[in-house]
């Protein structure tokens, strides 16, 4: 699938950037792994989305400035490192993992992705891998 930037986090962006307006939660992001059956849209906000519980399952903290910018077919992005999602066994709740979505300090909606494959850990072990890559581009995306 594809990933999907929100309103919501265009804005907390543009203002981050242009009126140096940063999260009053600091400036790290928080990776989530969400267990509704929802496909991501520009207009999602962080409530959209039902956060996985159980399982052994944690949010994962995206340091700022820990992401490496590159160029890729002359498409500039940032990427951070695989995250690894390892569970203890099944999620409560809904047990099946439909994407990710990554909040701002505030809590705010930045962007969201579901997976190509819905995932249902349910074992000791058993593993979601995540690698992000945010690309910025007037062409077309690789």
Do not use: C
Not at 49 to 62: C, H, I, M, R
Not at 71 to 78: N, Y
């Amino acid at each position: 699938m594809a990933l999907v930037l929100s309103d919501v986090g265009a804005n907390a962006l543009l203002v981050a950037y242009y009126n140096n307006t940063r999260p009053g939660g600091g400036n790290n992001h928080t990776l989530k792994l969400y267990t509704n059956d929802y496909t991501p849209l520009d207009s999602s906000t962080a409530g959209s989305f039902t956060v996985a519980t159980g399982g052994g399952y944690a949010d994962k903290a995206l340091t700022n400035g820990s992401w490496t910018p590159s160029q890729v077919g002359g498409i500039q992005q940032v990427a951070y490192a695989q995250q690894v999602f390892t569970f203890t066994g099944a999620l409560t709740g809904n047990p099946t993992l439909y994407g990710y979505y990554v909040v701002d300090g505030d809590g705010v909606l930045v962007y969201a992705e579901r997976f190509a494959i819905n995932f249902t850990p349910a074992n000791n072990g058993d593993h979601a891998d995540v690698t992000l890559k945010f690309q910025l581009s007037k062409g077309t995306p690789t």
